[in-house]
């Protein structure tokens, strides 16, 4: 069984997919949901799913060891970042190896690093004409929004899109595409 923790910062629509698609294998299991926000709906999420949750501190996350101790502790091998504000410690980085993903909602290297996360992302795509925008999942390094990318898909920018229409159409996108490339990474 592969024990996979979800560090999410929002709302945890990704993570809410990727619990209902591990929910009944006996290989994948969802034993952790990270959180770095007090009150944001991926713990209600968590909570109503019966599944233990972590609120972390940045001094602890950033200056301290990461959380890496009480990962390893829970028998944590895999992390996903669903939604992640906060950037990954080396120390983490180096306890799990080619072990950390994420989802980014645009087509890196195009829109990502410091600042490009959640609406910023979709009005710069539109702000520069783009013609379609589109979805990247990729290994978790030490720079923002940077590590070997495992995989793409691509949504149309439409004329009449708002950094909201294009977000929900690229969150739909994530949800069709995240759990399943989980499950191909984590059977190799
Ligand atoms: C997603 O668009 C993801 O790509 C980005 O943050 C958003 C999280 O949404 N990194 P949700 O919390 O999963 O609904």
Not at 29 to 36: D, G, W
Not at 84 to 99: H, M, N, Q, S, T
Not at 125 to 153: L, R
Request: aromatic share 8%; charged share 20%.
């Amino acid at each position: 069984m592969t024990r996979i923790a979800i560090f999410a910062s929002g709302a945890g629509s990704n993570a809410q997919k990727i619990i209902d698609h591990f929910r009944d294998s006996d290989q994948v299991r969802v034993s952790l949901v990270v959180c770095n926000k007090p009150g944001a709906g991926v713990l209600r999420i968590a909570d109503n799913e019966g599944i233990p949750s972590l609120v972390i501190e940045k001094e602890k996350f950033f200056r301290d060891n990461a959380y890496t101790d009480e990962l390893q502790e829970a028998g944590i091998d895999f992390i996903i970042l669903a939604g992640f504000l906060w950037k990954i410690p080396v120390d983490l980085i180096r306890a799990y190896p080619g072990k950390i993903i994420n989802i980014h909602p645009a087509l890196l290297p195009a829109y990502g690093g410091k600042g490009m996360y959640g609406n910023h992302v979709h009005q710069a795509v539109i702000d520069h004409h783009e013609k379609e925008s589109g979805i990247t999942i990729h290994y978790v390094d030490e720079q923002y929004d940077h590590g070997d990318i495992i995989f793409q898909a691509k949504s149309p920018v439409l004329a009449s899109d708002t950094a909201d229409t294009l977000a929900s159409r690229i969150h739909q996108l994530e949800h069709q595409h995240y759990p399943a490339v989980i499950e191909q990474l984590l059977q190799i």
